[in-house]
């Protein structure tokens, strides 16, 4: 009788660490791939965690910490793993954004009766993203869509490489989507830090950017470069660090400082990957404009972040006012009934 009363003691203790510990139950552990949201660029995101085939979608605090606020069960790729080449019928992992949306309509129109495989309709993933290319990854196509086989979900892997959601889940999700600014961060499974962790990692990646933007204000060269990558740094135009290092130097020698200001700053992570997004408002002697700006950093062998990408877009007209955005309402807009036919 002492033995069996001391061994349900032991099991409860075990089970009582679990719970204490465990990161889906305790609000001061935080997810790693999400440091920081804004609500302009990325008022909502979502996570794939491929091992658990869930898709959790979290919203802007303005507290700081990311809300989870609903999971869906999903699919991804047949195969096991991170996707390397064309037709491996494997998920990627890393940080996307969704470029645009096919309708049901268009995606029949396009591909006929197997068409039908992608339901109700699918968001385009922008993969292969910077970091991909810098590892030789290829193939395209990787999408967010729905399927008119729902029993496919129940098996977890039964994709060639996208995420596959039920079709009144993708129409739900859509309510949060806005197109080359909401993301989706792809992982084998989700990494939670200890809140003082979770705080220390975010703090460290603004510090950069609050360094790189000083340096810039005060057009300090070898500061201002030391943030890049000499080995990896590409810019769109295909300019490489040596020829970037050129044209701002020949910047930063022209008479007067530029007035710079960031804001809505967003930091996502995935292993030793980062993606910043922020506005950007820049005004000189010659220039004065508003833009959102995304920064692509790894670590290099001394675990210090370096820039190997960064992309500039003017902001329209209707998103300028990047000092008091407008809350965001979900909404269906990408649904209607010329859709559904």
Same mark, same amino acid.
């Given at each position: 009788?002492?033995?069996?009363?001391?061994?349900?003691?032991?099991?409860?203790?075990?089970?009582?660490?679990?719970?204490?510990?465990?990161?889906s139950?305790?609000?001061?552990?935080?997810?790693?791939n999400?440091?920081?949201?804004?609500?302009?660029?990325?008022h909502?995101?979502?996570i794939?965690?491929?091992?658990?085939?869930?898709?959790?979608?979290?919203?802007?605090?303005?507290?700081?910490?990311?809300?989870?606020?609903?999971?869906?069960?999903?699919?991804?790729?047949?195969?096991?793993?991170?996707?390397?080449?064309?037709?491996?019928?494997?998920?990627?992992?890393?940080?996307?954004?969704?470029?645009?949306?096919?309708p049901r309509?268009n995606?029949?129109?396009?591909?006929?009766?197997e068409?039908?495989?992608?339901?109700?309709?699918?968001?385009?993933?922008?993969?292969p993203?910077?970091?991909?290319?810098?590892?030789?990854?290829?193939?395209?196509?990787?999408w967010?869509h729905s399927?008119?086989?729902?029993?496919?979900i129940?098996?977890?892997?039964?994709?060639r490489?996208?995420?596959?959601?039920?079709?009144?889940?993708?129409?739900?999700i859509?309510?949060?989507?806005?197109?080359?600014?909401?993301?989706?961060?792809?992982?084998?499974?989700?990494?939670?830090?200890?809140?003082?962790?979770w705080?220390?990692?975010?703090k460290e990646?603004?510090d950069f950017?609050?360094?790189?933007?000083?340096?810039?204000?005060?057009e300090?060269?070898?500061v201002?470069? &030391?943030?890049?990558?000499?080995?990896?740094?590409?810019? !769109?135009?295909k +300019?490489? *660090? /040596?020829?970037?290092?050129k044209?701002?130097?020949?910047?930063?020698?022209?008479?007067?400082?530029?007035?710079?200001m960031?804001?809505?700053?967003?930091?996502?992570?995935?292993k030793?990957?980062?993606?910043l997004?922020?506005?950007?408002?820049?005004?000189?002697?010659?220039i004065?404009?508003?833009?959102?700006?995304?920064?692509h950093?790894?670590?290099n062998?001394?675990?210090?972040?370096?820039?190997?990408?960064?992309?500039?877009n003017?902001?329209?007209?209707?998103? &300028?006012?990047?000092?008091?955005?407008?809350?965001?309402? !979900?909404?269906? +807009?990408? *649904? /209607?009934?010329?859709?559904?036919?």
């Open positions: 009788m002492i033995y069996r009363k001391n061994l349900i003691y032991f099991w409860l203790f075990l089970f009582s660490l679990v719970v204490s510990t465990a990161p139950y305790c609000a001061s552990y935080l997810p790693s999400i440091l920081q949201m804004d609500p302009f660029f990325n909502h995101i979502l794939a965690e491929k091992a658990t085939h869930q898709l959790f979608l979290f919203e802007y605090n303005p507290g700081g910490a990311p809300t989870l606020i609903k999971k869906f069960p999903m699919a991804t790729g047949k195969v096991r793993g991170d996707k390397k080449f064309q037709g491996d019928h494997k998920t990627p992992e890393g940080i996307y954004r969704f470029t645009s949306f096919i309509s995606l029949l129109k396009k591909y006929g009766k068409g039908e495989i992608y339901g109700a309709g699918a968001f385009v993933m922008n993969y993203n910077p970091h991909d290319r810098l590892n030789s990854k290829t193939g395209s196509g990787i967010l399927t008119n086989d729902e029993t496919r129940e098996k977890g892997r039964d994709s490489g996208c995420v596959v959601v039920a079709n009144e889940h993708l129409k739900e859509s309510t949060f989507i806005e197109l080359q600014k909401t993301s989706i961060i792809v992982v084998e499974k989700i990494e939670y830090l200890r809140q003082e962790t705080i220390k990692e975010r990646l603004n950017v609050n360094t790189w933007l000083r340096s810039w204000q005060e300090n060269i070898d201002y470069l &030391s943030h890049y990558s000499k080995q990896h740094f590409k810019t !769109p135009s +300019r490489n *660090f /040596n020829s970037y290092k044209y701002k130097s020949m910047v930063f020698s022209s008479p007067g400082r530029p007035d710079i960031l804001k809505n700053i967003s930091i996502f992570k995935s030793n990957y980062v993606r997004v922020f506005s950007q408002h820049y005004k000189s002697s010659r004065n404009d508003t833009g959102k700006k995304t920064l950093l790894i670590r062998n001394n675990y210090e972040w370096e820039i190997i990408s960064e992309y500039w003017k902001l329209n007209e209707n998103e &300028s006012n990047i000092l008091s955005p407008l809350a965001f309402k !979900p909404t269906m +807009r990408f *649904f /209607n009934q010329a859709n559904h036919q």
